[in-house]
C-alpha cells in the first residue's frame, strides 16, 4: 500500500452523465460533510435529468466504514425514489472483508466488479446475476 | 526496527475534518508499523468508527497513538478518550445494535472485530476511553478451540 | 527516577543491586563493551557500544528496584527488549547459535559480579550473599529475555513462510471467461481461511470473475468454525459484486452439516465442481450442448 496520502476531497465529487446514467466516481478520503453534499447532488442531479441509472464506483476508495457505508445505502434509496437504480461498482477486496467483519452487509445495495459491468446491468445488456433481495432468477 | 516516529502522536476530534486527519494517520501508522493490506484496512476503519463514537457521542475528544511490542512482534495502539456524557448501558453498546435500517448501526460491536485488544472505560459524568491495540502479523488461530 | 542519596544496605537485597547497578553504571557499561556480546555487535565504535550497556544496566536496575529480578515480563525489561532482539538477531546473522548467544548473555555476570563483591561490605557475609544471588537472578532472567525475543524472532519468521507457503499453496483457478475456482483442500483454520479468502477476492477482481466456485471436496471436516469461514467468503464476494458457489459437499458433509444445524444460509450448492461449472455457465448466458450428431442433450 503507497504511503502516499490521497487528497481529501473537499470539492465536488466528479459526476459524468453517460446517456441514461450518472457515473459517480469517489476518490479517496470523503469528509463526511461532502458525503452528504453528494448524496444531496445526486438526487438533484437525477430530478434535472430525468436518468434511470446511477453508478458509483468506489475502486478509488481504501476506506469504506459505517458512515460511508450508510451514506452509499441512502443513495440508493433515494434514488429508487425518484425511479432511479444504483449500483455500486469496484468495491475493494480490503474493504469487502473488513465490512463482512464490521457486519455490514449492506442488503438492497446491488453491486458489481466493474463500472462496465455496472452499466451492463443498468441497460439491461446482461442477466441480472447477483442476488441480495433482488434477484429474479429460479434454481 | 519499528521507531516511534511517524507512528506517536496526539490527534484531536473536534470536527468532521478531524476524522480525515485520523484515517490518514492511522493508516500511516499502520504502514510504518509493517501491517499488510487488510489488517491496515480494518484498524483505519475501526479508527474511523471510533473517533466518530468520540465525536458524536462524546462531545469532541483526541486519539493517542503509540507502537507497541510484545512477544507478538510489533502492533498499534490507539486510544480514544472524550469528558463527554460516558456510555450509558455499555453491555449494549459492545453487542451488535443493529437498526432497523438493516445493519447499519452497530455501536462499539462491530470496531471490536477489527481489532485484536479491546477495552473500554466508561463512566458517566467522567468521560470515555477507548483503548485498542492490533498487531502487524496475521494473528494466531483465536478463535479455534 | 527516585533519588538515592544514601549509599549502602536499606530495604530488600534486590533494592541493594538496584543501587549499585546505578551507582556503577559506567564502569559496568566500560567491562561489557569489551564481552563478545558488545563488541561484536557495536563494530563501529566503541562508545555505541558503552551507550548500549548503560541503557542495558539502566533497564536492569529499575527491575531490580522493583523486586522483580525473576520476571521476564517485568516493565523493565520492555524498553531493552527491542535492542536486546537486535543484538541477539546480529550475533546469529554471523552464525552463532542461539546457544551461543545464550552463554554470551552468561558472560556478562562475572564482571558485574566482581564490582559487586568489590562494593559490599565483607563483614555482613548473610548480606553479600543475598545480593550476589538477586544479581545471579537478575542476570539469569535477563538471559531468559534474550532467549524469548529470539524466540519470538524465529516463530515470526516461521509465521512469515507458513502464509507464503499459503498462498502459493492456494491455487485459483480461471475455468472460464467470468468464472474462477478454488480447490480447498486440507483443514480450513482462520489464518488459512483468512489467506484463500484474500486470493479468491484478488482472483476475482483480476479476472472481473462473476462467479466464484469453492470446491470443499478436499476439506474433511466442516464444523461451524469452517462453515463461518465460508460465509465470511461468500459474502465478502457478494458485496463486492461476484457471486460464490460452494461445491464439493460429500453426503457425510451434509449430513454433518445438517445434525449440526449448519446453515449456509442462501449460498448456492452443488455436490460436484462439475455441477457448478454448469450452473455458472448457465448463469452467464453459456451452455454445454452435445456436438456429437443425434446428441441433441444440452447441460
Known amino acids: 500500500m503507497s504511503h502516499d496520502f490521497s487528497r481529501p476531497v473537499t470539492g465536488h465529487v466528479p459526476v459524468l452523465r453517460l446517456g441514461d446514467i450518472l457515473l459517480v466516481t469517489l476518490q479517496g478520503d470523503l469528509y463526511d460533510s461532502a458525503a452528504q453534499q453528494l448524496q444531496q447532488d445526486i438526487g438533484e442531479t437525477i430530478v434535472s435529468t430525468g436518468v434511470t441509472g446511477v453508478v458509483i464506483d468506489i475502486s478509488g476508495v481504501e476506506i469504506v466504514d459505517s458512515f460511508l457505508g450508510r451514506v452509499l445505502a441512502e443513495i440508493a434509496a433515494n434514488a429508487r425514489l425518484l425511479a432511479a437504480r444504483t449500483v455500486v461498482s469496484g468495491m475493494r477486496p480490503a474493504v469487502a472483508i473488513t465490512l463482512v467483519e464490521l457486519g455490514l452487509t449492506l442488503p438492497g445495495l446491488r453491486t458489481a466488479l466493474t463500472t462496465e459491468a455496472a452499466m451492463n446491468l443498468l441497460t439491461g445488456v446482461d442477466p441480472d446475476t447477483r442476488s441480495g433481495g433482488l434477484r429474479r432468477e429460479s434454481r | 526496527m519499528r521507531t516511534a516516529a511517524g507512528v506517536e502522536a496526539c490527534l484531536p476530534i473536534r470536527s468532521d475534518m478531524d476524522l480525515v486527519w485520523v484515517r490518514q494517520h492511522v493508516r500511516q501508522a499502520a504502514g510504518l508499523l509493517g501491517f499488510g493490506l487488510v489488517e491496515q484496512t480494518k484498524v483505519v476503519t475501526a479508527a474511523s468508527e471510533l473517533a466518530r463514537n468520540t465525536l458524536v457521542h462524546g462531545g469532541g475528544g483526541q486519539l493517542d497513538t503509540a507502537p507497541v511490542t510484545s512477544g507478538r512482534g510489533t502492533g498499534l495502539r490507539l486510544i480514544f478518550s472524550d469528558e463527554g456524557p460516558g456510555i450509558p448501558d455499555l453491555e449494549r453498546a459492545l453487542s451488535d445494535g443493529y437498526t432497523s435500517g438493516g445493519g447499519l448501526g452497530m455501536g462499539l460491536g462491530g470496531a471490536r472485530r477489527l481489532v485484536h485488544e479491546f477495552a473500554v472505560d466508561s463512566a458517566p459524568g467522567v468521560g470515555t476511553k477507548v483503548t485498542v491495540v492490533s498487531w502487524a502479523a496475521v494473528p494466531r488461530p483465536r478463535e479455534e478451540y | 527516577m527516585p533519588e538515592h542519596e544514601t549509599v549502602g544496605p536499606h530495604g530488600s537485597p534486590s533494592r541493594e543491586v538496584g543501587d549499585f547497578l546505578r551507582r556503577r553504571t559506567e564502569q559496568i557499561a566500560q567491562r561489557w563493551a569489551d564481552e563478545p556480546l558488545f563488541r561484536t555487535v557495536f563494530t563501529v565504535s566503541r562508545d555505541e557500544a558503552v551507550e548500549a550497556g548503560r541503557i542495558v544496566v539502566e533497564a536492569l536496575a529499575q527491575v531490580a528496584d522493583t523486586d522483580q529480578v525473576h520476571d521476564p515480563d517485568a516493565a523493565g525489561f520492555t524498553v531493552v527488549r527491542e535492542q536486546l532482539a537486535r543484538m541477539g538477531a546480529a550475533r546469529s546473522r554471523a552464525g552463532f547459535t542461539t546457544a551461543q548467544v545464550s552463554n554470551d548473555v552468561d558472560a556478562l555476570r562475572p564482571p558485574v559480579e566482581n564490582l559487586l563483591l568489590a562494593d559490599l561490605p565483607e563483614e555482613d557475609s548473610d548480606r553479600v550473599r543475598e545480593c550476589a544471588t538477586a544479581l545471579t537472578v537478575l542476570m539469569g532472567t535477563l ?5 524469548e525475543t529470539a524466540l519470538s524472532e524465529g516463530q515470526a519468521l516461521i509465521e512469515r513462510q507458513q502464509l507464503q507457503l499459503m498462498e502459493v499453496a492456494t491455487p485459483v483457478i480461471k475455468l472460464w471467461d467470468g468464472i474462477v475456482a478454488v480447490p480447498l483442500i486440507g483443514t480450513l483454520d482462520s489464518a488459512r481461511s483468512q489467506v484463500v479468502m484474500e486470493t479468491l477476492l484478488e482472483a476475482v477482481v483480476d479476472q472481473h470473475a462473476r462467479f466464484a466456485i469453492l470446491d470443499i471436496t478436499g476439506v474433511p471436516t466442516v464444523d461451524s468454525l469452517v462453515a463461518q469461514h465460508l460465509m465470511k467468503t461468500v459474502a465478502a464476494a457478494r458485496l463486492m459484486g461476484a457471486e460464490c458457489v460452494v461445491s464439493g459437499i ?23 465442481l462439475a455441477d457448478a461449472l454448469a450452473y455458472t455457465l448457465h448463469k452467464l448466458g453459456a451452455g454445454i450442448v452435445d456436438a456429437t450428431p443425434g446428441g441433441a442433450g444440452s447441460r
Open chain 3, 143 to 147: 538471559r531468559l529475555v534474550v532467549l
Open chain 3, 250 to 272: 460429500r453426503p457425510a458433509i451434509a449430513q454433518t452439516m445438517v445434525h449440526l444445524g449448519l446453515d449456509l444460509g442462501n449460498v448456492i450448492t452443488r455436490a460436484s
